[in-house]
Nanobody, 120 residues
Framework: QVQLVESGGGLVQAGDSLRLSCAATGRTFNMYSMAWFRQGPGKEREFVAAIKWVRGMTNYRDSVKGRFTISRDNAKNTVYLQMNSLKSEDTAVYYC?????????????WGQGTQVTVSS
């Protein structure tokens, strides 16, 4: 089992920045990748960004490219999401997810979520 705890959400104004953190504990030695998803009010959950745990390769949804940066600290088993130039449409609950069980290719573990609210 892997436990994920997010932090760093809050209320900000449009154009501001926030950094989300997600700390992983438990059986993290098989970690393959971690990601951030979000679910806005009245919307379905959507992919935001992901990072491969060993090689550090990243990918993003188009609407956040150039504004958000995902990174990880392997020693701390923590993944971050630096969010700059925030927009009102970024308002959502942000969830951390981990792909840590073979066969890889799906996110097996999820955090409880952290609220990000961007006022315009």
């Amino acid at each position: 089992q892997v436990q994920l705890v997010e932090s760093g959400g809050g209320l900000v104004q449009a154009g501001d920045s926030l950094r989300l953190s997600c700390a992983a504990t438990g059986r993290t030695f098989n970690m393959y990748s971690m990601a951030w998803f979000r679910q806005g009010p009245g919307k379905e959950r959507e992919f935001v960004a992901a990072i491969k745990w060993v090689r550090g390769m990243t990918n993003y949804r188009d609407s956040v490219k150039g504004r958000f940066t995902i990174s990880r600290d392997n020693a701390k088993n923590t993944v971050y999401l630096q969010m700059n130039s925030l927009k009102s449409e970024d308002t959502a609950v942000y969830y951390c997810a981990a792909d840590a069980e073979a066969p890889y290719g799906q996110y097996d573990y999820w955090g409880q979520g952290t609220q990000v609210t961007v006022s315009s």
